[in-house]
């Protein structure tokens, strides 16, 4: 496998790593822009690229210099203009940036393939943008399903798509296990106020987001992930198209040994295969883990609540929670489309084989105080769990399709405890109900909070 130092060159990262790091990627960024601006403007020249630097040098306060290959704790002593000359030279002999001849004795400058990657890389961080999905699910069977054996394109465009969308689904699965490591860990004295501020704002903004529900939705893709795998192994079964695109591959890639296309192509066909075959299960531990955190985000909220935290307060906050949910209404539920398709309806649901438990024998004695606590948490787990509280709503619905929370009697904080879970719940896949935000104010149990409808979701097995 070729290193990565063979194409970006051994010295690359030093910017990133120097103690000029920080003046090295401030500028690696404003000149990608300016770069790109005088590129647009067919004005690229070396000598306005050292001016606008210099320019952006001046407006910078008190920039320190420090030479990479000495220890020295003295900065260089240079002017702006020099400064700017000095970290352009710097970064074309790093392999950030390349020159070019424009005649008339002019050089132009422009950045590498490679450091657009990871200006890129860099940017994206930085700027913390969310991620979309699905573009991914769309791309992939505009390939597969017009596949061209004639040319490489599409068969590059399925694995590249492909490792995308691994690489974004492993990021996502990430930020939700740090989110979940975080509120797990021990804590003195919990914040109720950031902890809310997190879960409805910051957690929310990366898996409650338009974009991973629209992945779940619109691109329904736990069905059409099989259909894709179908398809892409029907694709990969028809060999004397396959010929065809090993040809194609020799001719359009340069290659000259049919084995060796041959070979280039195998390697495509493994990691394809590869990762449509990971990308359910990581999906599934996505789902599974957001499930663990709001689970542990409501128990400690009833553990604050019990401290005399303000319940109002927290309503409020929940209620504003589920009014930023902006999918359609009118689109089927994640629990619906995870289970049917619209062209599938009249089939029956396959049934899993539910495992028979088996009783392990354990030599270890345990005393009735240590089995006694270890019941209890067990118990007060399981009391305001996703079952708990589905089986709650269904007994408040009685039968009913619908019904105003403002309909339940609330005699103690265990009713009001069950409203916050109800709302926090109401997201899950697979929470057998749903919510209609009302207008109206209520006032329960001396609470006062916007009234909403809990709604039976069509469609919805009871497991």
Known sequence: MTSIYDITGERFFTPLSSRNRKVYLDTILFLHKLINVLFEAQENDKSKIIEGLKNHLDDTVSIKIYDDDLDSDEDIELDNYSKAC???????????????????????????????????LIEELMENRKPQYTSYIRSIKNSIYNFDYTKTDDLEIIDNTLSDFVVALRGLRSSIQRYYKNITKNKSNPDLESLLEEFTGEYKEYFFDSAYLNLKIRDNVDVELPKIEAQIEKIFSDSINMDKLINS???????????????????????????????????????????????????????????????????????????????????????????????????????????????????????????????????????????????????????????????????????????????????????????????????????????????????YVNE
């Open 86 to 120: 000095f970290l352009i030279n710097k970064l074309e002999e790093y392999g950030w940036l390349a020159e070019e001849s424009i005649g008339n004795g002019k050089m132009a400058i422009d950045f590498n393939s490679h450091s657009y990657s990871f200006i890129a």
């Open 249 to 459: 591959k020799i001719d359009n890639k340069k290659f000259k040994d049919y084995y060796v296309a041959l070979a280039a192509i195998e390697d495509e066909k493994k990691r394809i295969r590869s990762n449509i075959k990971t990308i359910p299960s990581i999906i599934e531990m996505i789902d599974s883990k957001n499930e663990k955190y709001v689970a542990r985000t409501v128990s400690v909220i009833i553990h604050l609540i019990t401290r005399g935290e303000n319940i109002e307060g927290i309503i409020h906050k929940l209620i504003d929670y589920v009014k930023e949910y902006d999918i359609n209404e009118n689109l089927l539920s994640l629990f619906k489309m995870r289970h049917y398709t619209f062209n599938a309806l009249s089939r029956p649901r396959m049934i899993n084989p539910k495992p028979k438990p088996a009783m392990i024998e354990m030599n270890l004695e345990i005393s009735d105080e240590a089995q006694q606590k270890t019941l209890e948490l067990l118990r007060e787990d399981t009391k305001y769990n996703i079952k708990a509280i589905n089986n709650f709503v269904n007994e408040f619905l009685n039968e009913r399709k619908e019904r105003k929370i403002s309909e339940l009697d609330i005699k103690s904080k265990y009713e009001l405890v069950m409203i916050i879970s109800i709302i926090i719940y109401s997201k899950l896949p697979n929470a057998s109900y749903e919510l209609i935000l009302l207008d109206d104010r209520v006032t329960n149990n001396g609470i006062s909070f916007n009234d909403f409808i809990i709604k039976k979701k069509d469609g």
